[in-house]
């Protein structure tokens, strides 16, 4: 298992660019979720999906789109890149019913926008 | 103001002593996971408390979830450089329509900086 993968590794933007990140993970979970980590303020959920086809704001959505049109995929979407969605973003998978509970995160993606 | 309250925020300690890092709640938790990452990677899983009073111990480490389920603490003991990182603790909570198990609530993080 590869489990959860995100590309790209770094990324400039300039402001008012759009691009995509990519999240996958190969090993059936239900949950996945978005995170972007700044200094001193840990990790704030962007937006989660509990299945394909599901999908919820979290505490920072604005800016951000998601879509989960299948189980291994949940691609998050910048519209209009701004200097303050500069930061590390985490994706991160679960299953929704299991003993353990464990949470994956991917390495991250760092995102530069000037 | 934070759900979730880490303290201390940053920790300098020499090597083989121990220490404690905090994670306060200000609602009730339903389970706690503690993470472990190093600087430019991603987070680690140390371990996930459910129970008001369970322990788990992984190598040096020992966390623990109080009683009232509002606080977890995390222990090393004789504390070497490879324990030096962020260390993050997520809380799951209880809602009207289920738990958060796929979305955590995060405190701020402990830099925790281990001298050889």
């Known amino acids: 298992n590869a489990g959860v993968t995100q590309t790209p590794k770094f990324q400039v933007l300039k402001t008012g660019q759009s691009m995509t990140l990519q999240c996958a993970q190969d090993m059936n979970h239900e949950y996945m979720s978005w995170y972007r980590q700044d200094p001193g303020m840990g990790l704030r959920l962007i937006h989660y999906?509990?299945?394909?086809?599901?999908?919820d704001q979290g505490e920072v959505p604005n800016g951000y789109n998601v879509s989960r049109s299948t189980t291994e995929d949940f691609p998050l979407r910048l519209l209009s890149a701004a200097p303050s969605q500069t930061s590390v973003y985490f994706c991160?998978?679960?299953?929704?019913?299991?003993?353990?509970?464990?949470?994956?995160f991917g390495p991250g993606t760092r995102l530069t926008v000037t | 103001s934070q759900e979730l309250e880490q303290s201390p925020q940053s920790l300098i300690v020499q090597e083989g002593k121990n220490l404690t890092i905090n994670c306060t709640s200000s609602k009730t938790l339903y389970g706690l996971y503690w993470y472990k990452q190093k600087y430019g990677e991603g987070l680690i899983f140390l371990m996930m408390l459910q129970k008001g009073g369970e322990e788990k111990s992984h190598e040096k480490i020992t966390a623990k979830l109080d009683e009232k389920k509002q606080q977890s603490s995390l222990h090393i003991t004789a504390s070497q450089p490879s324990h030096a990182g962020i260390y993050l603790c997520g809380a799951v909570y209880l809602y009207a329509g289920g738990t958060s198990y796929g979305k955590l609530t995060f405190g701020q993080g402990t830099i925790l900086t281990v001298h050889p």
């Open positions: 991160a998978s679960a299953w929704a019913v299991r003993t353990t509970y464990e949470q994956y």
């Open positions: 999906s509990v299945g394909a086809g599901i999908t």
